[in-house]
């Protein structure tokens, strides 16, 4: 079963290449036996969820939770359905790539060797990279310094404004590598730190996992891991609001007999947010049947400061919309459900 899903995980990563990453966590204990493993309900629980919601839950439908945000910044939604259907079944309908998320458009996507943290395939289309040269610190996001490099550059031309870019995004890459979420430098502005964004999201994340070999890898340094842990850093270039811009992405890929585990980190965005986790849980049940657990927590300053809550009120209902309907979709689309 181990080879069976790490492989699954590749194919639906580079089949999925043109959404937003939607990675798999499949919320199973240390322990080995599987009638010791937490049920969807007590996971249900942990996450704040009403005995009311639990029960629309076991009656097929598709519960919406507002998640407590871990900081102003965050917008945080939480997603809970059953499906009528064994994993295996749930594995294979994952495998094949057809579950959708929300949209957004990948232009082109790639993995960061470790050894080199070179981008120098991550090209940019003609009018972002002119308008990078022309202004870099309102094209994307970067710390005051980085910019300063990349408008240097950019009195040379737009090559070597490219060059400086790629420089900064490989930089960031091999800090976060070599010294985990301490390592990320903060976006020029106030508040605008991924570090900080994603070790709220971390600890949002310990209130689910309960096995000491995965929140070991969660809170490891990607180079160090202290397990066996798969860490994989990648590269994307992706449209969203209104404009294409690079993410830098983390993955962690755990396997162990009874179940494999997978977090995605979006340690750097280019555009329209800050940082972002996403965490999706499959959780078997002793009836051959398995409950889907989606998690979103999206950190963007336009949400903070006053009125914040009204403004991630309103940011979580318009994913709601979308999420809930490629739930009911899911519940539909998988082979014995």
């Keep these: 079963m181990r080879r069976v899903c790490a492989a699954g995980y590749l ?23 599987f009638a010791e493993l937490p049920t969807p309900m007590q996971v249900a629980h942990r996450l704040g969820m009403s005995d009311k919601a639990i029960e629309r839950v076991k009656k097929g439908e598709v519960v919406v939770e507002e998640l407590e945000a871990s900081s102003d910044k965050d917008l945080s939604i939480a997603i809970v359905a059953r499906i009528d259907a064994p994993l295996e079944k749930i594995y294979e309908f994952l495998n094949s790539g057809r579950l959708v998320e929300i949209s957004t458009i990948t232009q082109s996507f790639g993995d960061i060797d470790t050894s080199t943290f070179s981008l ?8 972002l990279l002119q308008r990078l040269a022309d202004d870099p610190a309102d094209t994307f996001h970067m710390s005051r310094e980085e910019a300063a490099q990349v ?7 737009k090559t070597q404004a490219l060059a400086a870019y790629q420089k900064v995004l490989s930089a960031r890459a091999k800090a976060y590598w070599e010294q985990g979420i301490a390592g990320i430098t903060p976006y020029d502005g106030k508040g605008r730190s991924p570090k900080l964004d994603l070790a709220h999201a971390s600890e949002a994340a310990r209130k689910l996992i309960r096995n000491p070999a995965v929140l070991a890898e969660l809170d490891s340094v990607p180079s160090k891991s202290p397990g066996k842990a798969r860490h994989r850093l990648s590269w994307a270039i992706q449209k969203g609001r209104d404009r294409a811009a690079p993410v830098l992405n983390h993955s962690i890929l755990y396997a162990e007999d009874d179940g494999d585990v997978a977090i995605e980190r979006r340690f750097y965005s280019g555009y329209d947010y800050d940082s972002l986790q996403i965490v999706t849980g499959i959780l078997p049940t002793s009836d051959r049947q398995c409950a889907v657990f989606y998690l979103n927590h999206t950190y963007t300053a336009q949400v903070a400061g006053f009125g914040g809550g009204v403004k991630r009120s ?24």
């Design 314 to 337: 309103v940011g979580r209902k318009l994913m709601q919309k979308e999420l809930v309907a490629e739930m009911e979709r899911a519940q539909k689309a998988v082979p014995g459900s």
């Design 120 to 127: 120098a395939d991550m090209e940019l289309p003609d009018e």
């Design 151 to 157: 408008s240097e550059a950019a009195t040379h031309g």
């Design 11 to 33: 194919e639906f990563r580079a089949a999925m290449r043109n959404r937003i990453l939607l990675m798999l966590l499949f919320l199973l204990s240390a322990a080995p036996a």
